[in-house]
């Protein structure tokens, strides 16, 4: 089954994350996502994942509560 509609063109991660990564790799994230909105896909590729974002052990829930998230291409907190 496949996901209907574009996805956001928001990239959000972990701001520990975020301040640990180079310019070039933001924006190699940013671009993904924008390139996958613009054609209205739903998910950026996958080879753009970043790793090491989320702690080990952390549950998903741990991930979204416990962690600052901010929108990597503005550097403002997520969801503003």
């Known amino acids: ?7 956001t063109s928001k990239v959000c991660l972990p701001y520990a994350k975020y301040k640990s ?3 070039k790799q933001k924006q190699k994230v940013i671009n993904a996502k924008k390139s996958a909105a613009s054609k209205g ?3 950026r590729s996958s080879k753009s994942n970043v790793k ?3 702690k080990k052990g952390a ?3 741990d991930w979204f509560k ?4 901010v929108n990597i291409a503005t550097g403002k907190p ?3």
């Open 66 to 69: 416990k962690e600052k998230w």
């Open 52 to 54: 090491g974002a989320r």
């Open 59 to 61: 549950t998903l829930r």
């Open 1 to 7: 089954m496949s996901v209907k509609g574009g996805g």
């Open 78 to 80: 997520c969801g503003q």
């Open 41 to 43: 896909k739903y998910k």
């Open 21 to 23: 990564m180079s310019k």
